[in-house]
């Protein structure tokens, strides 16, 4: 384990094994379509290609990037689209994939971004929900794990860019951040 941590809350097995799971739910409501899959970058990185490589339903691959964490584990509600999709997802089916559902501001403002391009439908996938911290009515259609109100890091999830290369989900240690 980082020495970092103070523990880890999933192992890459547990990780593989939840993100079956969606796959799976997604496989069977997506059956016969196609699908736009958004990953929001930096943190959905790792979900998004184990999610990707686990789908049987046709699919194109898009990313997105927005800004509202900085150092702080603090969402800012000051979001900002940094990186744009490419894609044309008029008359498609959009997917968002995100690690975490957190505050909700970052998902709801990427999501009625994206809802303003005529798409078929726009539907979320967070790998992590933290629903008690939410301040925004948002909730994702596909959700992993619901999680406490710890910060956690690793699997795509960082603090101030560091640990996202880490396999597994750990619990930061509280003297990292503080
Ligand atoms: P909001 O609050 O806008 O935040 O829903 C979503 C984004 O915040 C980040 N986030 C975390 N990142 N460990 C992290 O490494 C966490 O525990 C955590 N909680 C929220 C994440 O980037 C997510 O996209
Ligand atoms: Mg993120």
Redesign the pocket.
């Known amino acids: 384990m980082h020495k970092d941590l103070e523990k880890i809350l999933y192992t890459e097995k547990e990780i593989e094994e939840i993100v079956s799971r969606v796959a799976e739910r997604i496989n069977k409501d997506y059956e016969g379509q196609h699908l736009v899959l958004v990953c929001?970058l930096k943190?959905?990185v790792m979900f998004f290609a184990d999610l990707a490589r686990k789908l049987t339903v046709d699919c194109r691959l898009d990313f997105i990037a927005a800004s509202?964490?900085g150092k702080s584990?603090?969402?800012s509600?000051n979001?900002k689209i940094t990186k744009d999709i490419t894609a044309d997802i008029s008359g498609k089916h959009v997917l968002i994939v995100?690690?975490?559902?957190?505050?909700?501001?970052?998902?709801s403002?990427i999501k009625e971004y994206l809802s303003g391009f005529s798409a078929l439908s726009v539907k979320l996938c967070a790998l992590?929900d933290?629903p008690d911290?939410r301040?925004?009515p948002i909730t994702a259609d596909y959700s992993g794990e619901t999680i406490d109100d710890?910060?956690?890091?690793g699997y795509g999830?960082?603090?101030d860019e560091q640990?996202r290369n880490l396999p597994y989900v750990g619990v930061?240690k509280p003297e990292i951040y503080q």
């Open positions: 929001v943190g959905s509202s964490y584990t603090q969402s509600g979001v995100e690690d975490i559902l957190d505050t909700g501001n970052t998902l403002y992590f933290k911290r301040k925004k710890l910060f956690i890091v999830l960082d603090y640990y930061l």
